[in-house]
């Protein structure tokens, strides 16, 4: 008995999940805190007013601080089909935390995390800005 312990307890050390989490714990020791956990006022905003305007189904609203291909590609029948979707859901109630930002292609995109008081699957938000402008903005 005592021989497959050993054997067991070997394996377990010499394991893939082993090395990784003390990989991920050398590259965690290298990662700066930020000050932070939030946008800035001006993004916050941007994310409520899109959000809001979702809940309302106020399509003047969603796009009105878009840039031309934003205002472009979503369609008002899109954004109807979101809205009919998502707003009911909202409207129950439902808490956004952000989860932080990426430089990607020239655009800042801010992440957060949306949980819903009726208990179905949560929803990651992604807004794209660019210039002040929005570039995109996902509900997946």
């Known amino acids: 008995m005592n021989k497959i312990g050993l054997v067991v307890a070997a394996v377990v050390i010499m394991s893939p999940l082993t090395l990784t989490v003390k990989n991920v714990q050398a590259v965690n020791e290298q990662v700066k805190p930020t000050h ?6 001006s ?7 899109l959000i809001n305007a979702v ?7 969603f796009i009105s601080q ?3 291909a934003f205002k472009e590609g ?3 029948q899109i954004f109807t089909q979101v809205s009919g979707q998502l ?3 909202i409207k129950k109630g439902y808490s956004a935390v952000f989860l932080g930002n990426l430089n990607q292609q020239g655009y800042q995109v801010y992440l957060w995390k949306l949980t819903f008081k009726d208990g179905n699957d949560d ?15 996902w509900l997946n």
């Open 55 to 61: 809940e309302q189904n106020n399509y003047t609203q």
């Open 123 to 137: 929803v990651l938000a992604k807004l794209s800005l660019k210039d002040g402008k929005i570039g995109g903005f």
């Open 87 to 89: 707003a009911p859901r």
């Open 36 to 41: 932070s956990n939030q946008p800035e006022q």
């Open 74 to 76: 979503i369609t008002k």
């Open 43 to 49: 993004v916050q905003r941007t994310f409520t007013s």
């Open 66 to 68: 878009g840039n031309a």
